[in-house]
């Protein structure tokens, strides 16, 4: 049996690890985090008997704590609560699947404590990659990436290296669907509304990453996650615009070899993939009918009309306490859209001007990530007069 913890299990990744764990027999749940949907997290509860459910919103949580009362769940709140979840001493893998930089303190606790990480949450790593590598060096525990172009590049890596533990990496390309908006011009974007940029032509994910996915600020996020992740420089990674989301994506080797690893759009795999690595276990309804796809196709990315990938590069090079800040300043301004409150194209513009505004902090502690995080939250809206 092995014991894992969920945290954010009412998501799109959650519920799809809950997927994963109803079909093998073999894994034991003890903790389930969600933020506000205790509807869904009830019926978790009830289905999967976790020793610990926690819910961000306190509120929240005091209303779950009324219905599981004839349960033997015990219910947390808070990050304080995602924080003990994350460091469970009978959990061996704790999944971190809650969206933005509230997922950074759970992520640390359970690497404090030495667990393995499936980490989804991809701005963990953004905003905190360098703190983040120095606590696994010290605590030993393993990171094994979720999101499916980190898990391409990882499973790729790890083909290599159990044949040839010398080959070198030239360069990780990473694909990306392009999103709804793919091929479309700034003057074709001027008017998108939410409800149109949350349709996303291959997956099906929550609105912060969706909307993400429509700007390219998804990619820009994964490029940092990338260089965090596999120590590797930005410019060592390129993307490249694969519309069919067959390619998950790629390595290239000193001699030119490119290895991609390849499957139909789901994230099923890559969340399985982490919890049992480095075992491969047997998995039904994924196979891939490449001729029923008949053609894989590629483009360069166009970094001037979605302006949060050329950014991304940019915070990369720039480093310290740049990755944070773009990412601080996304998550409100894609809040703000949602809310329609700005346009589309203004994401991008918005993200440029934080950024120039920004005086960066060296070597950031954690806490100077926290300010720094808050500092571009607050020129959003500034900026905005929200
Ligand atoms: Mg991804």
Redesign the pocket.
């Given at each position: 049996m092995m014991n894992i913890v969920i945290l954010g299990s009412t998501g799109s990744i959650g519920t799809q690890t809950l997927d994963i764990v109803r079909s093998r027999g073999d894994i034991r749940v003890v903790g389930l985090g969600a933020g506000r949907n205790i509807e869904l997290l009830e019926k978790q509860i009830r289905e999967f008997h976790p020793q610990y459910a926690c819910v961000a919103e306190e509120e929240a949580a005091r209303e779950l704590t009324i219905r599981v009362a004839d349960t033997d769940t015990q219910v947390l709140s808070g990050v304080k609560g995602m924080e003990a979840l994350a460091a469970e001493p009978t959990a061996h893998t704790v999944v971190g699947a809650i969206v933005g930089i509230a997922g950074l303190r759970p992520s640390l606790a359970a690497v404090r404590t030495g667990k393995r990480l499936a980490l989804a949450n991809k701005e963990t790593l953004v905003a905190a990659g360098d703190i983040m590598r120095r606590e696994l060096q010290i605590s030993g525990a393993e990171l094994i990436p979720v999101?499916?172009?980190?898990s391409a590049v990882f499973q790729c890596l790890e083909a290599v290296a159990q044949t040839r533990r010398s080959a070198e990496v030239k360069r990780i390309i990473l694909t990306a669907s392009g999103g709804p908006f793919a091929g479309k011009t700034r003057e074709e974007l001027r008017d998108i509304t939410p409800a149109v940029a949350l349709r996303h032509p291959n997956w099906d994910m929550g609105a912060k990453i969706t909307i993400d996915s429509a700007t390219l600020m998804?990619k820009g996020l994964?490029v940092l996650e990338a260089a965090q992740l596999f120590c590797v420089s930005a410019e060592k990674i390129d993307v490249v615009i694969h519309r069919q989301s067959i390619i998950h994506s790629m390595i290239e080797l000193t001699d030119g070899a490119v290895l991609a690893q390849m499957g139909v759009p789901d994230m099923k795999l890559p969340i399985q993939y982490a919890l049992t690595y480095p075992k491969r276990m047997p998995m039904t309804d994924n196979t891939l009918d490449l001729a029923a796809i008949g053609s894989l196709t590629f483009e360069k990315p166009d970094m001037e009309t979605f302006r949060p990938l050329a950014l991304a590069y940019e915070a990369a090079k720039t480093g310290h306490t740049m990755p944070c800040v773009l990412n601080g300043a996304n998550e409100a301004a894609v809040s703000l859209f949602l809310q329609n409150k700005i346009k589309f194209l203004r994401i991008g513009d918005l993200l440029a001007q934080v950024m120039q505004n920004h005086h960066i902090i060296l070597n950031p502690t954690l806490e100077d990530i926290f300010e720094a995080d808050q500092w571009a939250r607050e020129q959003v809206l500034a900026l905005t007069n929200q």
């Open positions: 999101d499916s172009e980190h998804n994964e």
